[in-house]
């Protein structure tokens, strides 16, 4: 399967014109890291020749998709070597951890759904981040009780949640992994010592965030050696958190929870400076991973399954797709203004529903069958009947057996995390979207990684207009996200796993892909390659210098403001059928790689 994967790559190569040519050759070649790094083998080159091409790789065994060479490459070799999707995400996320800092890592969080190929069950394990038990519904206001400008409180320990990843990694190999717990830090740890070459994007981002990267010594001399910021090809080394690594290796994740690794990362919060945090060591040390029931909603032949609350991801999706099951959107077809008029509006109305209701369901009532109940949709889809967009949108009420009277919440959430999408010779299906939230989150590091910022994605207002926002902060509550890891299935079985980075445009980038696949017949790398637009509070966003700004003029005509701008998603998704295909993002670094 290698071979052919290879001669493809090539041929494709050979029927491109001259420019195309030269990028996909670029792409085939062998990328190094440089002088005492590692080199990213020629395993990958097909598969970057394929990207560039626009076409999907193909497989048989099983596949993987994710954010950067080096993380697919560590991957792929655990599943070569029999090991399952849970096996090869630990090896995956220690990877990313270290090569793109910026998005996910040791001191984030993470949503992930799982189809077991053995029993055909379906499952959720939440990793998010936990509010410490010091936190009031007052920690992101000022000493007037007016809420903080958003970076105000994102620099520095306020920001910082109790870190999940590291347990949601080990829960995951306990329940479903087959692989030598410590062996998958392998690849990371040998990565981490001898060193990578920064990435474009990584470079391009240190660069960006250099002033906020600067309030801290230690951030400082990683990121800007010398006070000048690392260059693309740069060789970074991090003994550091190589020596994390061999800490959860040797003794597991709760050595990242307790003792010298839970002491280290609470005194960075506590002692951050004027934004230091109330972390606690008692906060890791009662952390845990809590499964719970997938959350499923009907689109046409497929079951679209994802992550329920905390995550407001898989009811926003299928609110989205659920509000369009009576729309025929394969005849109006993706260059369509009228559909995308009704994506728009049907986008609009989910998230009025998810700045109300959704929110950690451990803390507060959601009505999660109500949102998705098909009466309830119905009932919100005679909004969609006009031929403008909506003037206005207002929350619904679904059916729920509480009472309930919340705020509305305007929480922000910004682009950053990444998302593996697996697929294993066992049948078993992994989506994970992960994350430090912002990128660089608080932009303090312990132990070689950087701490989270999660706890801004709660609301910073407790109340709106006297009435209690479901989202505000409580302590060892989880902030509410709009990650969406998802997995289709038909008949009981995967058919597409799916999930992107982008903040609360996350859902919209799904809910896209999910249509572009399912209604309009794109193969997987088309789909995640066909341009953004995204409507969540009234205002189109719709992505520049791509074919989608013929559609500007059109929607703008309907009423609604258009913006143009960057639309830097980060989707990684696997097919499944006779066999698989994959595709990566081309407006990131990842891969899709498979045997």
């Not at 090539?10 to 005492?36: H, K």
């Not at 392998?186 to 391009?204: C, H, K, N």
């Not at 996350?506 to 341009?531: E, F, H, N, R």
Request: aromatic fraction near 6%; proline fraction near 6%; glycine fraction near 12%.
């Amino acid at each position: 399967m290698r071979l052919k994967i290879l001669v493809t790559g090539m041929l494709l190569i050979w029927a491109l014109g001259p420019g195309q040519a030269q990028q996909a050759a670029d792409a085939v070649a062998p990328e190094t890291s440089g002088a005492g790094g590692i080199e990213t083998s020629q395993r990958l080159a097909p598969a970057r020749a394929l990207k560039e091409a626009g076409q999907p790789v193909a497989a048989q065994d099983w596949m993987i998709a994710a954010a950067n060479p080096h993380a697919v490459e560590a991957g792929a070799r655990v599943l070569a070597q029999g090991g399952t999707a849970a096996d090869a995400m630990v090896a995956v996320q220690a990877v990313l951890g270290l090569v793109e800092p910026q998005s996910s890592g040791l001191g984030g969080g993470a949503f992930l759904v799982w189809h077991d190929g053995a029993t055909g069950g379906i499952t959720t394990l939440d990793g998010r981040e936990t509010a410490p038990l010091a936190a009031t519904p007052r920690l992101f206001q000022d000493a007037e009780g007016q809420p903080l400008k958003f970076f105000d409180a994102v620099v520095g320990g306020r920001s910082v949640g109790t870190p999940g990843t590291p347990a949601l990694m080990a829960e995951a190999h306990a329940r479903w992994g087959r692989a030598d717990w410590a062996g998958l830090f392998d690849e990371a740890i040998t990565l981490a010592e001898d060193g990578f070459a920064v990435s474009p994007r990584l470079a391009a981002l240190i660069a960006g965030d250099a002033a906020r990267l600067s309030r801290f010594a230690d951030t400082r001399d990683y990121f800007l050696p010398d006070g000048v910021p690392l260059a693309a090809g740069d060789i970074l080394r991090n003994p550091e958190y190589a020596g994390t690594l061999r800490l959860l290796a040797t003794r597991g994740a709760r050595a990242f929870y307790t003792g010298e690794m839970a002491q280290d990362i609470t005194e960075r919060v506590q002692r951050s400076g004027r934004n230091s945090g109330v972390l606690a060591p008692l906060d890791l040390a009662i952390y845990r991973v809590k499964e719970r029931a997938a959350t499923c909603a009907p689109y046409r032949a497929y079951e679209v399954c994802g992550m329920g609350p905390p995550s407001s991801g898989a009811v926003a999706v299928g609110q989205i797709l659920g509000l369009l099951e009576g729309v025929d959107l394969a005849a109006l077809g993706a260059d369509s203004p009228e559909a995308w008029r009704l994506i728009g509006d049907a986008s609009r109305l989910a998230f009025a529903d998810r700045g109300r209701y959704l929110a950690d369901s451990d803390f507060v009532p959601v009505p999660v069958k109500g949102l998705l109940a098909g009466d309830y949709l119905a009932e919100r889809a005679r909004l969609l009947g006009g031929d403008d967009a909506l003037p206005e949108v207002s929350p619904g009420s679904p059916e729920f057996d509480h009472a309930l009277n919340w705020g509305d919440d305007s929480a922000i959430e910004l682009p950053s995390t990444s998302h593996i999408s697996i697929y294993d010779r066992f049948g078993n299906a992994l989506s994970m979207t992960t994350t430090i939230e912002n990128g660089f989150g608080s932009r303090l590091m312990v132990g070689g990684f950087l701490l989270n910022n999660e706890l801004t994605d709660f609301s910073f207002a407790s109340h709106d207009n006297g009435r209690p926002i479901a989202n505000r902060v409580e302590p060892g509550k989880r902030p509410r996200s709009s990650m969406a890891p998802t997995i289709l299935r038909r008949d009981g079985k995967p058919v597409l796993i799916i999930g992107s980075p982008g903040g609360s445009r996350i859902i919209g980038y799904v809910a896209k892909t999910i249509i572009a696949w399912a209604d309009w017949g794109m193969d997987v790398q088309a789909a995640i390659s066909l341009p953004h637009l995204v409507n969540r509070f009234g205002a189109y966003d719709i992505e520049a210098g791509t074919s989608a700004e013929a559609l500007a003029e059109p929607l703008a005509a309907l009423g609604y403001e258009v913006n143009l701008r960057d639309l830097t998603s980060g989707l990684h998704a696997i097919e499944v059928g006779e066999g698989l295909r994959g595709g990566a993002d081309p407006r990131r670094e990842g891969l899709a790689y498979g045997e």
